[in-house]
């Protein structure tokens, strides 16, 4: 599941259902995001380092997976599609 600026950017309504091959990592997941919505790729991760946006978090199953390593599988509910992967834009401000 996309943040609302990045479903509007993407072209989408609502929760993404992706195909992916292999294990499922966060790397593997958001390497197919960015296959399928190329108008996406910069905007969850840096292109050129390949990390996570300071300001984007990764939850599923009820946890912070933001800091987990980017090939870390994801929780098997993730991989079954019975749990979504969340990317959340982070609040920050005063």
Do not use: K, N, W
Not at 2 to 11: D, E, I, K, V, W
Not at 31 to 59: C, H, K, N, S, W
Not at 71 to 79: E, I, Q, Y
């Amino acid at each position: 599941m996309l943040p609302a600026h990045l479903r509007t950017l993407a072209g989408v309504g609502g929760e993404v259902e992706l195909e992916v091959a292999g294990e499922i990592t966060q790397s593997s997941v958001l390497d197919a995001v960015e296959a399928r919505f190329p108008m996406l790729r910069g905007t969850i991760r840096d292109q050129g380092t390949g990390r996570r946006r300071a300001f984007i978090r990764f939850y599923a199953c009820e946890r912070d997976l933001s800091h987990d390593a980017p090939d870390t599988p994801l929780p098997r509910a993730v991989a079954a599609g019975s749990e979504p992967f969340l990317v959340v834009g982070a609040m920050a401000g005063g």
